[in-house]
């Protein structure tokens, strides 16, 4: 009895150390509160830099970032693309015709018997909101027996396709790997892209939360999690609907897939940073021990399902940094009690089953062996994982091995890595935006242009003024490219007709002058010699 007791003390501890080694290897590697602070923030104001741009010109869509690089939980090695949803705001889904909004294309989300939890047919309204329409509107559109305008998610097949043509690389798709459409376009479910890198979603705005989304607010919990003020936030919450239909159904393409991405990122920004690591170490194994053999049927939205649910129903005591062993621990049990009753529910919407259309009944077994596998040699996993040399960091902390190379060296490497990685995007939202604006400027009468321009100053001091902190930052970015280009436009037009440059013009483009580090004061010097103030 003594000796078993002794033997569970010795696990116990090697359980904190490890926990403990497993928190000091994510700050090697670039995984800390600060750098995750800093990717959060980059990407929110990167979306944010893309809508207010399509709102100046004209083009009805918001744009947000979701994923493991706007939650900020991915690292190097783990080599995680970028996911984009783009949400055509010329239309609008409603649940029921009280919702319908006059000025937008209306179409009313509804189920039918071959209709699984989560997705939806969707049905074109008229404008008047009287009857249905009578005629498709475009041609991806289907009459039904009932006389119902069906809007199918080939909707924005053409135009994607039109769009990326000529970003498109040829890629040749593995039989395990992304399929890939006429002219070279990669296609990841409902995702397309040219690369890799970037995964492009189109997605229809939604009215209000459906029916199914009472589950996230009604059923019991402790209380901890969600905090109160997040199920608020979700309450008035955009969601959407995403072009893909259920993998149970036939037709798949009149069906769309219900998506709450904006909840579920905030309920991933309240992780603590023991639930984060936890999460990241989860998603580190699945990549390493179980997507070689399952692919991405097991994806990395059943894990953080799995690490909500776990936050969720456990005591707050629990998530500390030397128990983080313990809490992957926690998830995998989870899990497994999920693959046992071969259901695994989804956290925002009820009546879902994540696990159909991944698996088979036999791949259920079959991940239950691993996943038991796996659970039972837990330290030994995370201990050799290669991934950022995750592992071998470990066993350094613990002497039993030691790293071949400098850690000090690896260590700020790997943050500039990750810094550079982060930083390139926003200089190239504001080349864009100044590219896109100059184009726009350019094919609009010259009459107008001057009150096309101050009405996207007003536009974005209004937003300075009184908008959200991530708002006021974009709109101070944007801002002095605008005045640049206002006293251009003024300079142009006082130089043509041969009348001297107002003292005005001069404090407009020391206004510009922070938009960079030398296109105000350059375009400024042009002005000076072409109204012949200078040689």
């Keep these: 009895m003594h000796v078993f007791l002794f033997r569970m003390s010795d696990f116990e501890n090697a359980r904190r150390k490890v926990s403990l080694c497993s928190v000091q290897a994510f700050h090697d590697i670039g995984v800390t509160p600060e750098m995750t602070q800093f990717r959060r923030h980059r990407h929110l104001l990167e979306e944010t830099l893309m809508t207010t741009q399509n709102e100046l010109l004209g083009t009805q869509r918001s744009v947000f970032i979701f994923g493991s690089q706007s939650e900020g939980t991915t690292t190097v090695g783990m080599k995680s693309d970028t996911d984009f949803l783009h949400s055509c705001d010329a239309n609008l889904v409603v649940m029921d015709r009280d919702g319908w909004q006059e000025g937008r294309i209306n179409m009313l989300a509804y189920h039918d018997e071959n209709t699984p ?24 559109d289907e009459m039904d027996t009932e006389g119902r305008v069906r809007v199918t998610h080939m909707l924005f097949d053409d135009r994607i396709d039109a769009s990326m043509s000529h970003h498109v690389t040829q890629t040749t798709a593995q039989s395990h790997g992304p399929q890939v459409s006429h002219g070279g376009i990669i296609v990841h479910g409902p995702a397309r892209s040219w690369t890799e890198e ?111 649910f776990v936050v969720e129903s456990h005591s707050p005591d629990i998530w500390r940094k030397d128990n983080i062993v313990n809490c992957v621990s926690y998830c995998f049990s989870m899990l497994l009690r999920w693959i046992k009753l071969r259901k695994c529910p989804h956290f925002t919407t009820g009546g879902v089953n994540l696990f159909s259309g991944k698996f088979k009944l036999s791949e259920l077994d079959q991940l239950k062996t691993v996943i038991e596998d796996i659970r039972s040699q837990l330290m030994w996993c995370i201990a050799n994982l290669e991934m950022d040399m995750f592992g071998s960091r470990i066993q350094d902390m613990l002497g039993y091995r030691q790293l071949p190379l400098n850690e000090e060296y690896y260590r700020c490497s790997n943050a500039l890595e990750i810094a550079r990685a982060i930083l390139h995007t926003i200089p190239t939202a504001l080349s864009t935006f100044v590219s896109n604006l100059s184009y726009y400027y350019s094919t609009i009468d010259k009459k107008d242009v001057l009150e096309t321009v101050n009405s996207h100053l007003r536009h974005l001091q209004a937003a300075q003024k009184s908008g ?68």
């Design 198 to 308: 970037f995964d492009f979603i189109h997605a229809l705005p939604c009215e209000s939360l459906p029916q199914e989304c009472e589950f996230l607010f009604t059923r019991p919990r402790p209380g901890h999690y969600p905090k109160p003020e997040t199920l608020q936030y979700a309450r008035r919450c955009r969601a959407f609907l995403i072009p893909q239909g259920s993998p149970d159904s036939n037709p798949r393409y009149l069906q769309w897939r219900f998506s709450t991405s904006l909840i579920e990122r905030q309920l991933v920004f309240d992780f603590t940073e023991e639930q984060h690591l936890t999460f990241i170490l989860l998603k580190m194994m699945r990549k390493s021990f179980i997507k070689p053999s399952f692919k991405d049927n097991l994806s990395t939205f059943h894990l953080k399902t799995v690490t909500m």
């Design 117 to 140: 939890p989560q997705y939806f047919n969707l049905m074109r309204l008229n404008l008047d909101n009287s009857c249905n329409m009578t005629e498709p509107l475009y041609n991806t």
């Design 468 to 535: 959200t902190d991530i708002e006021r930052e974009t709109a101070s970015l944007f801002i002095p490219y605008v005045y640049g280009t206002l006293a251009s436009i003024k300079a142009s037009f006082s130089i043509a007709s041969e009348e001297p440059i107002m003292a005005e013009l001069h404090e407009l483009y020391k206004l510009s002058y922070d938009a960079d580090l030398m296109s105000g004061k350059l375009k400024y010097a042009s002005m000076l010699y072409c109204s012949g103030r200078y040689d």
